[in-house]
Nanobody, 121 residues
Framework: QVQVVESGGGLVHPGGSLRLSCAAS????????MKWYRQAPGKERELVSS???????DYADSVKGRFTISSDSAKNTVYLQMNSLKPEDTAVYYC???????????????WGQGTQVTVSS
C-alpha cells in the first residue's frame, strides 16, 4: 500500500503565504516525480508545479515567480511554498506521486485527498 497525504492548507489574506507539504509513505521502491495540481470550483484540475527525482522543476505560468516547489527525497516529501497569494489561487490542492513499489515493477500514479487553500480578505 502507498499513502499520499497533503497538509498545510488554510485561509490566508491576499498577498500572504502558505506552505503545503505532501508525504508519500508505505511500500515505495522509488519515486519518479511528484506534482501539485489544483482544482477551483467549476473548473478543471490543473497542473501547478512538478519536481522530478533529479530535481528538475516546472511551473504553470500563473504561479511562476510566486510559488516554489522543493523536495526531501529521503522522506519522499514535496513542498510547495506559495507567496504573494491571490484570490484566484483559491482551490483544493492535490498532490500526485509517480511511484514504483518494487525494483522490477512499473510506475503508478497515486493521489492525495487534497487540501483547501482559500485566499480572501
Amino acid at each position: 500500500q502507498v499513502q499520499v497525504v497533503e497538509s498545510g492548507g488554510g485561509l490566508v489574506h491576499p498577498g500572504g503565504s502558505l506552505r503545503l507539504s505532501c508525504a508519500a509513505s508505505g511500500s515505495i521502491f522509488s519515486v519518479n516525480s511528484m506534482k501539485w495540481y489544483r482544482q477551483a470550483p467549476g473548473k478543471e484540475r490543473e497542473l501547478v508545479s512538478s519536481i522530478t527525482s533529479d530535481g528538475r522543476t516546472d511551473y504553470a505560468d500563473s504561479v511562476k515567480g510566486r510559488f516554489t516547489i522543493s523536495s526531501d527525497s529521503a522522506k519522499n516529501t514535496v513542498y510547495l511554498q506559495m507567496n504573494s497569494l491571490k484570490p484566484e489561487d483559491t482551490a483544493v490542492y492535490y498532490c500526485n506521486a509517480i511511484i514504483r513499489r518494487y525494483a522490477s515493477g512499473t510506475y503508478f500514479s497515486y493521489w492525495g485527498q487534497g487540501t483547501q487553500v482559500t485566499v480572501s480578505s
